[in-house]
């Protein structure tokens, strides 16, 4: 069965550092890679996908099959990045279900 | 365009007591999920509809959640009896469809609490 691993439940920063929010799957297929956040008082939003390749609020992710993880990273911290970012997966084949690891809170300290 | 609209937002009831929770998805979306949160948790998928069959309700318990989307446009979750440990919160999202590629939109979510 697949799974999603975040090793970090808390993780603080000072705003101007490098960010790293570590995530690890096991699938043993050919997953789609998710990472969502949720700022305080907001519903749970997409943050970006691996298939895009693309960085979004600075942040960009690559999905290392060898090491089957997909870290989210940010060369500079800002406060308004301080959230809980919850990292997914999702099936590539049956019904697509996305499975979601248990969050990271990431706290920027000005 | 509006998102997932959810309701109630907040309920609190007495254990063994029941309660329904309503979604309405983004309109033309296929496919609507509603998903667990207990606190400290990611959430967890409880069951999938395409239009209005049921893709994967393999986490659903059935002895006490049932869930409904009869005309393929809103749901409706239940939970009857109650217990403590269903305190959580309830996440309906939709998609415009299962397939790879098409982003999952989330609602706010309905908090419930079981005294």
């Known amino acids: 069965a697949q799974r999603v691993t975040q090793p970090e439940k808390l993780l603080s920063v000072f705003k101007g550092a490098p960010v790293e929010l570590k995530c690890n799957y096991s699938y043993s297929g050919s997953p789609e890679l998710f990472w969502y956040v949720q700022y305080s008082r907001q519903r749970l939003q997409l943050l970006l996908r691996h298939i895009s390749r693309e960085s979004i609020k600075g942040f960009t992710a690559d999905l290392n099959k060898g090491e089957t993880s997909f870290h989210l990273k940010k060369p500079f911290a800002q406060e308004e990045d301080s959230a809980m970012y919850y990292c997914a997966l999702r099936e590539n084949f049956g019904n697509e279900k996305l499975t979601f690891g248990t969050g990271t809170r990431l706290t920027i300290i000005p | 365009e509006a998102g997932v609209a959810q309701s109630p937002r907040y309920k609190i009831i007495e254990k063994r007591q029941s309660v329904a929770f309503w979604c309405n998805p983004i309109s033309g979306h296929a496919t609507l999920y509603w998903y667990q949160q207990i606190l400290g948790q990611g959430p967890k998928l409880l069951i999938q509809?395409?239009?209005?069959?049921?893709?994967?309700d393999s986490q659903l318990p059935k002895d006490r959640f049932s869930a409904e989307r009869l005309k393929g446009v809103d749901s409706t979750l239940k939970i009857q009896p109650a217990k403590l440990e269903d305190s959580a919160v309830y996440l309906c999202?939709?998609?415009?469809?299962?397939?790879?590629?098409?982003?999952?939109?989330f609602g706010e979510g309905s908090w419930l609490t079981v005294v």
């Open positions: 999202a939709s998609s415009p469809s299962w397939r790879s590629g098409n982003t999952i939109y």
């Open positions: 509809f395409q239009n209005n069959g049921v893709v994967d």
